[in-house]
Nanobody, 123 residues
Framework: VQLQASGGGLVQTGGSLRLSCTASGNTDSINGMGWYRQAPGKQRELVAVFIIGNWTTYGDSVEGRFTISRDNAKNTVYLQMDSLKPEDTAVYYC??????????????????WGQGTLVTVSS
């Protein structure tokens, strides 16, 4: 499975961005896709993921501001990011895998990772 992410960039505090990630290849092998992020000097953290069956989960710091959605026909997942804050600045990574529901928030459950797209929020 290959993941191609796009949509990062520079935005001011309070602004919005939308990230996209399209999966190709053996997409039948995955049932979940989503986003993680990593800021300089920090560990990678969950942003938002979903698995088939409409199970979604968000990182605590983005709950209520970010929305994950998908277009199954296009094998594409989107991350709508609103009310952005400087602390949202990070490289955002698309991830895909076959997580079990109890491990949906665990990064090791996602075997496939995109190249990362930089989001910078200026104050």
């Amino acid at each position: 499975v290959q993941l191609q992410a796009s949509g990062g960039g520079l935005v001011q505090t309070g602004g919005s961005l939308r990230l996209s990630c399209t999966a190709s290849g053996n997409t039948d092998s995955i049932n979940g896709m989503g986003w993680y992020r990593q800021a300089p000097g920090k560990q990678r953290e969950l942003v938002a993921v979903f698995i088939i069956g409409n199970w979604t989960t968000y990182g605590d710091s983005v709950e209520g501001r970010f929305t994950i959605s998908r277009d199954n026909a296009k094998n594409t997942v989107y991350l709508q990011m609103d009310s952005l804050k400087p602390e949202d600045t990070a490289v955002y990574y698309c991830a895909a895998g076959r997580p079990i529901l109890s491990e949906i928030r665990t990064s090791r459950m996602y075997l496939y990772w995109g190249q990362g797209t930089l989001v910078t929020v200026s104050s």
